[in-house]
């Protein structure tokens, strides 16, 4: 790569082109939201969250700043800031990894499997070692609350007064979209 400027560009092309949908932060390339859906066969499926990404200027030397912006329960993830506990991008990121990375390996890898023994939300971790089914109720319970595509910024439906089967028809359209980010 000729330069961290075309590096940050073609990988940022590379995501959008993998049909995950993308909103620029200040029209610059080192900010932006992506829309980011919950692993198949987790407790966080049918979830739709908004991930900020900040690229540093070293960036694919050093490694993005990932958060989440809408609420989720996870022992790695700070309930209040969103910050994510990963160890791919805290501390043994490497130039190989790109954007696409992040979100189609590294993040559904956090969600499926969760590291209770080094929390940033103690309250999740104590309680997925100490009852799982009641940590998965909690989790799913979370994605009913705080993630919907609406609450990922997804661009709104038109609202009717029957507010059900607006619901129903979008977790319809969360499954498909779903489905055609996984390979």
């Not at 700043?65 to 309930?79: A, K, L, M, T």
């Not at 909690?138 to 439906?157: I, T």
Request: net charge negative; proline share 8%; glycine share 4%.
């Amino acid at each position: 790569m000729s330069s961290p400027s075309k590096r940050r560009e073609m990988d940022l092309m590379k995501l959008m082109m993998s049909d995950y949908k993308v909103e620029m932060i200040n029209d610059g390339m080192q900010e932006f939201y992506v829309e980011f859906h919950g692993p198949k066969e987790s407790p966080y499926q049918g979830g739709v969250w908004k991930v900020r990404v900040e690229l540093p200027d070293a960036y694919p030397y050093k490694s993005p700043s990932i958060g989440f912006v809408n609420r989720i329960y996870h022992p790695n993830v700070d309930e209040m800031s969103g910050s994510v506990c990963l160890d791919v991008i805290n501390q043994t990121w490497s130039p190989m990894f790109d954007l696409v990375n992040v979100f189609e390996v590294f993040l559904p890898q956090l969600l499926l499997y969760p590291n209770p023994s080094d929390p940033l939300n103690g309250e999740a971790a104590a309680l997925m070692m100490r009852d799982r089914t009641t940590y998965d109720q909690r989790v799913k319970e979370f994605c009913e609350k705080y993630a919907k595509s609406e609450d990922a910024g997804a661009v709104p439906e038109e609202k009717s007064s029957d507010e059900e089967v607006s619901e129903e028809e979008d977790a319809s359209s969360d499954d498909e979209i779903a489905g055609k980010a996984d390979p």
